[in-house]
């Protein structure tokens, strides 16, 4: 009997998501967009995308999302199945999950209850610094408010929740289950809701207790309100670690964002990051979004195809495969922005990370805040803006949040994706792609900083060779700069000496 060529293997994922409508929120963040891109591309004969987007900056939601649908994410989807396609499978639904009801007119309200039948509740502000009480209203409230929808909805076979694997920190090696939230989700949502903001202001670091920001705790929150709906609904929670740039497809190194390393990567190519107050041999769980993807699209096949309903918690995680620590980004993002540097470097790319405190803050005045001052100066004595320092006071600032994690250290369970993919056939495997066994990691950061130069930063291939001319130039003034200063240092020391023996003589 000759093997079955993988072709004419079924796709039961795609089969799953046949005919079926499905609301998804946060369909105009990073983690969304990717999303639709894969329903529109790879599961054409699903029903309608219904996305709840809210207006944003004047702009109403469905210029908000031509706009998402004229980003280069899009290309190939449109190649291959055309706008008009698009235009039919995906409708906007105008509302807000930070707002009671979610901002839902009565008419929009009645079509969701009617026709979905999957719910990805992805909307989250992912600022770490938010407002405690504007993180509780759209994190904590708006994830009370969709399952209070979901409810309603008549012909729904899964509510899907996007959680972090990073919000439940007092856990060092966090398990493929449901914890304790830090607080009562219903009394917290009240509290703000009726206080002020400058009062929720005042309180929040006693509400917050040990965790670090208000992003994690409102996130925390969110989970133990799912995990109460379980009992009414078929409601799973997934965790996906720090989601950073696409790997495989359909864009690889696409990102539209610089969080997590690829704003590492970019800050230090620039030169403007010379120094870190991190454990080196530490290292963080990294999730490429289109994996991340594939994994929902498994566990949601999971949940309702094989109908294991004995897993209702998923950690969409790396670190069992791969161990990146902080010191290997650095290293890696040397040499390749060594290779494929970036436009305007004002430092060449070097620094280290620190573990002593005091010398960090040493070297963030003297690589950091002088040089900023110093190029400040001389920008507004040539008629232009400063913006050195402003820039320095922001990095700092994401230090903060960046120090608390890069000096700490979590392991995550990851059973059951692994379970996932041993229900998968082979096209699936391919076609869902859950693991990484055949991950370049130089080539996938040379990608993601090929990638951030083009849609981040505007910097096309073509500006390339005068970038690595300006690189070589800035090479010599890192050589020259570090001669002076060590010159000076040793002559300092030297006059010292000089100094005591002359006054040990007198």
């Given at each position: 009997?000759?093997?079955?060529?993988?072709?004419?293997?079924?796709?039961?994922?795609?089969?799953?998501?046949?005919?079926?409508?499905?609301?998804?929120?946060?369909?105009?963040?990073?983690?969304?967009?990717?999303?639709?891109?894969?329903?529109?591309?790879?599961?054409?004969?699903?029903?309608?995308?219904?996305?709840?987007?809210?207006?944003?900056?004047?702009?109403?939601?469905?210029?908000?999302?031509?706009?998402?649908?004229?980003?280069?994410?899009?290309?190939?989807?449109?190649?291959?199945?055309?706008?008009?396609?698009?235009?039919?499978?995906?409708?906007?639904?105008?509302?807000?999950?930070?707002?009671?009801?979610?901002?839902?007119?009565?008419?929009?309200?009645?079509?969701?209850?009617e026709k979905i039948n999957i719910v990805y509740h992805a909307a989250a502000t992912i600022r770490f610094d938010e407002p405690l009480k504007r993180a509780v209203?759209?994190?904590?409230?708006?994830?009370?408010?969709?399952?209070?929808?979901?409810?309603?909805m008549k012909h729904l076979v899964l509510f899907a929740h996007i959680s972090t694997a990073y919000c439940h920190l007092e856990e060092k090696i966090l398990g493929?289950?449901?914890?304790?939230?830090?607080?009562?989700?219903?009394?917290?949502?009240?509290?703000?809701?009726?206080?002020?903001?400058?009062?929720?202001?005042?309180?929040?670091?006693?509400?917050?207790?040990?965790?670090?920001?208000?992003?994690?705790?409102?996130?925390?929150?969110?989970?133990?309100?799912?995990?109460?709906?379980?009992?009414?609904?078929?409601?799973?929670?997934?965790?996906?670690?720090?989601?950073?740039?696409?790997?495989?497809?359909?864009?690889?190194?696409?990102?539209?964002?610089?969080?997590?390393?690829?704003?590492?990567?970019?800050?230090a190519g620039k030169g403007v990051i010379r120094t870190m107050l991190c454990d080196e041999r530490g290292y963080a769980d990294y999730l490429p979004v289109d994996?991340?993807?594939?994994?929902?699209?498994?566990?949601?096949?999971?949940?309702?195809?094989?109908?294991?309903?004995?897993?209702?918690?998923?950690?969409?995680?790396?670190?069992?495969?791969?161990?990146?620590?902080?010191?290997?980004?650095?290293?890696?993002?040397?040499?390749?922005?060594?290779?494929?540097?970036?436009?305007?470097?004002?430092?060449?790319?070097?620094?280290?990370?620190?573990?002593?405190?005091?010398?960090?803050?040493?070297?963030?005045?003297?690589?950091?805040?002088?040089?900023?001052?110093?190029?400040?100066?001389?920008?507004?004595?040539?008629?232009?803006?400063?913006?050195?320092?402003?820039?320095?006071?922001?990095?700092?600032?994401?230090?903060?949040?960046?120090?608390?994690?890069?000096?700490?250290?979590?392991?995550?369970?990851?059973?059951?994706?692994?379970?996932?993919?041993?229900?998968?056939?082979?096209?699936?495997?391919?076609?869902?792609?859950?693991?990484?066994?055949?991950?370049?990691?130089?080539?996938?950061?040379?990608?993601?900083?090929?990638?951030?130069?083009?849609?981040?930063?505007?910097?096309?291939?073509?500006?390339?060779?005068?970038?690595?001319?300006?690189?070589?130039?800035?090479?010599?003034?890192?050589?020259?700069?570090?001669?002076?200063?060590?010159?000076?240092?040793?002559?300092?020391?030297?006059?010292?000496?000089?100094?005591?023996?002359?006054?040990?003589?007198?």
């Open positions: 009997m000759e093997p079955t060529k993988i072709e004419e293997l079924p796709d039961r994922v795609a089969d799953m998501f046949e005919g079926q409508n499905i609301l998804i929120t946060g369909g105009t963040g990073f983690l969304g967009k990717v999303m639709i891109e894969k329903f529109l591309r790879c599961i054409p004969n699903v029903g309608k995308l219904y996305l709840l987007v809210r207006a944003k900056k004047g702009k109403d939601p469905k210029l908000r999302l031509e706009e998402i649908f004229n980003s280069p994410l899009f290309e190939k989807v449109k190649e291959l199945r055309g706008l008009p396609f698009i235009c039919e499978k995906v409708h906007v639904i105008n509302g807000d999950v930070s707002l009671l009801d979610l901002g839902l007119s009565v008419e929009d309200r009645q079509i969701l209850c209203l759209l994190n904590t409230r708006g994830t009370k408010n969709m399952l209070d929808l979901a409810k309603q493929e289950k449901p914890y304790p939230p830090p607080a009562d989700p219903h009394k917290i949502i009240k509290c703000v809701e009726w206080m002020d903001d400058d009062v929720v202001e005042a309180m929040t670091s006693k509400i917050l207790g040990n965790l670090p920001n208000t992003y994690a705790f409102t996130k925390a929150l969110s989970e133990g309100l799912v995990e109460e709906a379980m009992k009414e609904l078929p409601a799973i929670i997934l965790r996906p670690s720090i989601v950073i740039p696409i790997w495989k497809e359909p864009l690889p190194g696409w990102t539209d964002n610089i969080n997590g390393p690829t704003g590492l990567l970019i800050g994996i991340a993807i594939n994994a929902i699209f498994g566990c949601s096949w999971n949940y309702i195809y094989c109908k294991d309903e004995s897993r209702r918690v998923y950690n969409l995680t790396s670190s069992h495969q791969f161990k990146v620590s902080w010191s290997e980004i650095l290293d890696r993002g040397r040499r390749i922005t060594e290779k494929v540097p970036l436009n305007g470097v004002l430092w060449y790319p070097g620094g280290s990370m620190k573990k002593s405190k005091l010398m960090h803050n040493i070297c963030v005045l003297l690589f950091h805040m002088l040089p900023a001052y110093f190029i400040d100066t001389i920008l507004f004595f040539t008629g232009h803006k400063p913006i050195m320092c402003r820039i320095h006071r922001r990095i700092q600032k994401g230090f903060e949040v960046f120090e608390y994690y890069a000096n700490r250290q979590w392991d995550f369970k990851n059973d059951n994706i692994d379970i996932i993919r041993s229900k998968f056939n082979d096209l699936e495997r391919k076609n869902y792609k859950v693991d990484g066994e055949d991950m370049d990691m130089d080539a996938y950061f040379e990608a993601c900083i090929r990638a951030a130069r083009i849609y981040i930063l505007n910097e096309p291939p073509e500006t390339l060779p005068a970038a690595r001319r300006h690189m070589r130039v800035m090479y010599w003034v890192d050589v020259f700069t570090k001669i002076i200063f060590f010159g000076l240092i040793i002559y300092t020391l030297f006059s010292w000496t000089e100094g005591f023996k002359a006054i040990l003589k007198n």
